[in-house]
Every structure is written in structure tokens, then in C-alpha cells.
């Protein structure tokens, strides 16, 4: 008599082989959940160590005096524009002229070094001929080496030809460290753009400055959006030498901030107040040139 064995059911392969690969995939979602939440978490703890300084100064410029002292500090309490108003009346009214002082340097040190260094970049990307590495590699080792370098004999250089304490002095030690920064940037960036454009626009009639200003200018205007904001900022908040080199008439807003800072009392709120001016154009400014640096992206990838 012929015996038949149990067969099993045609679907517990498959059953299985569900369960198996629904487990894996609840495994790979939770790992990912995990991944996500620790990356969340480590970027809010980043946020908290960047944006804490600046939380920390704008909340002691609206601070009463007495309280900027005060341990542990006081974050509940009726906030003022008393500090404010030290920076537009009596002694400290000269705050605002220093501002203006830094202001026209910071545009005078852009604009030459973007005069400058924009056609520069252009020469060193596009044309070849023999140092241009070496112009290159002199060009990082002069944005690299320290600003302070420059200051005895640039000083030197100024009293004999009187210009200690004028704006030329400052725009000229700026441009030190910018106008090499600015060369090399713009020669990356150059160097990105495809030749062939050049050369389609040079057929099409297009002399070299045309199809540098109609062509190339605006492919790279994230790049100059880019320097523009690195050129602005290191002017704006240099401090060392327009302490040298800035006179009475000359004194940029970094240099006059230390005159909070007494021997006897300090007016730690009032000059929070007034670095809240230093700090608050540059934050506006990057994110200014961030969207319009996003929508150039944008536009360049949809185009």
C-alpha cells in the first residue's frame, strides 16, 4: 500500500518570504528614522552654539544697565531702547559718523577689488601663458599670510607719502588681503564656465569684452554675489588696522566700540547696542545674496 507524504501549502513559501522582506523594510525605515532623528538633533544642537552669541547680544542691547551684570542673568524682564538712545545723544553721537566711516570703506574696498579682480580671475581661467601658476600659487600665499604682516611697512610707506590717517590708506591695506581672495575666487569660478562659449560667441561677431560682459558675466554671478559678501564682511569688521591706520576724521564703527570699555566702568549695554549695527547689515546681507544666490540655481537648472 503506497503512502503519500503531507504536502505543505503552496502559499507558506511566499507567506514567509513577505513576512522576511516586510521585517527588513520596517528595519531600514526605522533606521532611517533613527538616522533622521539624529541628524535633526545634531543640527539643532549646532544652531543653538552658532545663534546663542548672537541671541546673547541682542539681548543684552535691550537690557537695562544694571541687569547686563547681573548672576545669574535675567532673561525675564522689560526690555529698553535707553541703550540705543547713548549712540544718538550727547558724546556718543559720533557712533553713527563712525558707521558711515565704515560703510564707505566697505564699499570703496568692494568696488575696487571687484574692478580689479573680476577681469584678473577672467585672464588667469582663460588665457595661458607661462607663470600663470605661479601668479596663482603667489596669490594664495598672499591671501594666507596675516594682515599684520603688511601693517609696519605699509606704515612706513604712508608717513612718507602723508596718507596716515585718510581713507586711501585703509582702502589700500584692505585690498592686501581682498583683492588676492577676490583673483583667486573668481579664477575657480571662471574656470567652470565652458570655453566653448567664448568661442560660439567670438563666431557669432561678439569681440572678447562683449562676450565677456553679454555671456560669461552673467553665468557667474552666484560666484560675484559670493566674493561680494566674503569682501564686505572682512572690511566691515576689521579692526586691527583701522586702529593703526584710521585717524580722527577715518574712525570705522569696530574701532569706536572700544570706548565703552573704560578703566573705572564698562557699558557692556550700550556697546551691544552698538555692535548690533556691525552685526545685523552683514546677517541681512548674506541672506540677501543667499536667495538670490538660490534663485540663480534655480534658474540655471530649469534653464
Not at 586702529?243 to 550700550?270: H, K
Amino acid at each position: 500500500m503506497a503512502t503519500t507524504l503531507p504536502s505543505l501549502p503552496a502559499t507558506a513559501p511566499v507567506v514567509g518570504r513577505r513576512s522576511f522582506f516586510g521585517g527588513l523594510i520596517r528595519t531600514r525605515k526605522a533606521r532611517r528614522r533613527t538616522v533622521n532623528g539624529l541628524t535633526i538633533f545634531s543640527l539643532c544642537v549646532g544652531a543653538l552654539f552658532v545663534l546663542l552669541p548672537l541671541f546673547w547680544l541682542i539681548d543684552t542691547a535691550f537690557k537695562p544697565a544694571q541687569l547686563a551684570f547681573q548672576i545669574p542673568p535675567h532673561f525675564f524682564y522689560r526690555p529698553t531702547l535707553a541703550n540705543f538712545r547713548t549712540l544718538i545723544s550727547g558724546q556718543d553721537s559720533q557712533y553713527f559718523s563712525d558707521l558711515g566711516h565704515s560703510l564707505i570703506l566697505m564699499v570703496s574696498s568692494v568696488l575696487v577689488a571687484l574692478v580689479l579682480g573680476i577681469p584678473a580671475g577672467y585672464s588667469l581661467a582663460r588665457s595661458r601663458f607661462r607663470g600663470s601658476k605661479t601668479i596663482t600659487v603667489w596669490l594664495i600665499i598672499a591671501y594666507i599670510t596675516p594682515a599684520l604682516v603688511y601693517i609696519v611697512p605699509l606704515y612706513a610707506i604712508y608717513q612718507k607719502l602723508n596718507l596716515t590717517g585718510s581713507y586711501l590708506s585703509l582702502i589700500l591695506y584692505y585690498e592686501t588681503f581682498e583683492l588676492p581672495l577676490t583673483i583667486f575666487l573668481m579664477r575657480s569660478y571662471f574656470s567652470d564656465v565652458p570655453r566653448e562659449l567664448d568661442e560660439a560667441a567670438r563666431i557669432d561677431g561678439c569681440t572678447r569684452w562683449l562676450a565677456f560682459r553679454k555671456v560669461i558675466l552673467p553665468l557667474v554671478w552666484p560666484g560675484i554675489a559670493t566674493v561680494t559678501i566674503l569682501v564686505a564682511m572682512s572690511s566691515w569688521g576689521e579692526y586691527f588696522g583701522a586702529l593703526i591706520f584710521a585717524g580722527p576724521s577715518t574712525t570705522t564703527a569696530p574701532v569706536a566700540i572700544q570706548n565703552y570699555i573704560g578703566l573705572d566702568s564698562s557699558n557692556w549695554s550700550a556697546m551691544a547696542a552698538a555692535a548690533c549695527f556691525l552685526v545685523v547689515p552683514v546677517l541681512a546681507l548674506t541672506a540677501f545674496a543667499q536667495r538670490g544666490y538660490m534663485r540663480q540655481i534655480q534658474s540655471a537648472s530649469t534653464g
